[in-house]
C-alpha cells in the first residue's frame, strides 16, 4: 500500500497521515459539527472543540480518498491550539506545504478538507452570535 501511494506521487509525511489517521473520528462534546460533501461525491464531517476563541481540538469523519484523510489530518495539525481569527487564514497552500506532495489530481481533496473547515467556523460563528 505504501509503495502504491508513494508510486501514484504521494509524500511520506502525506503517506504517514494517511496509515496513522491521528485525527479521524469524533468529539463527543463538540462545540460544532459541520459536514461538506465535495464534487468528487466525497463528503467529510468536522467537530470542533472551541474555547475563549481558541480551538482546542478537532476530528475529522471521512469518506474518501487517502488524499482526502491526509489533507484532513493535516488541517488539525494546522489549526490545533490556534485563534480563531488566525485558523480562518488557514488556505489550500498551507496544507499542501505541511503535506510536501500530493499527486496533481488530488489537490480538491486538500480543498475539500479546508472548505469544510471554514463552513464550520462560519457556522460556529453564526451559532455563537445567537
Ligand atoms: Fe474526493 Fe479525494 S477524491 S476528496
Known amino acids: 500500500m505504501e509503495k502504491m501511494l508513494a508510486g501514484s506521487g504521494y509524500s511520506d509525511k502525506a503517506i504517514r497521515y494517511f496509515i496513522e489517521k491521528p485525527y479521524i473520528g469524533e468529539i463527543p462534546d ?16 468536522i467537530s470542533l472543540k472551541v474555547a475563549e476563541g481558541v480551538i482546542l ?18 488541517v488539525v495539525d494546522l489549526i490545533k491550539g490556534k485563534k480563531i481569527a488566525d485558523a480562518r487564514a488557514l488556505n489550500d497552500g498551507d496544507v499542501f506545504r505541511l503535506l510536501e506532495n500530493l499527486p496533481d489530481q488530488k489537490n480538491h481533496c486538500i480543498e475539500l478538507a479546508v472548505k469544510t473547515f471554514h463552513k464550520a467556523l462560519d457556522e460556529y460563528t453564526r451559532q455563537s452570535k445567537r
Not at 481540538?57 to 493535516?74: E, F, H, K
Open 30 to 45: 463538540a462545540d460544532q459539527v459541520s459536514e461538506m460533501t465535495g464534487t468528487c461525491g466525497d463528503t467529510m464531517r
Open 57 to 74: 481540538d478537532a476530528r475529522y469523519q471521512v469518506l474518501g480518498c487517502p488524499g482526502a484523510i491526509a489533507s484532513a489530518m493535516a
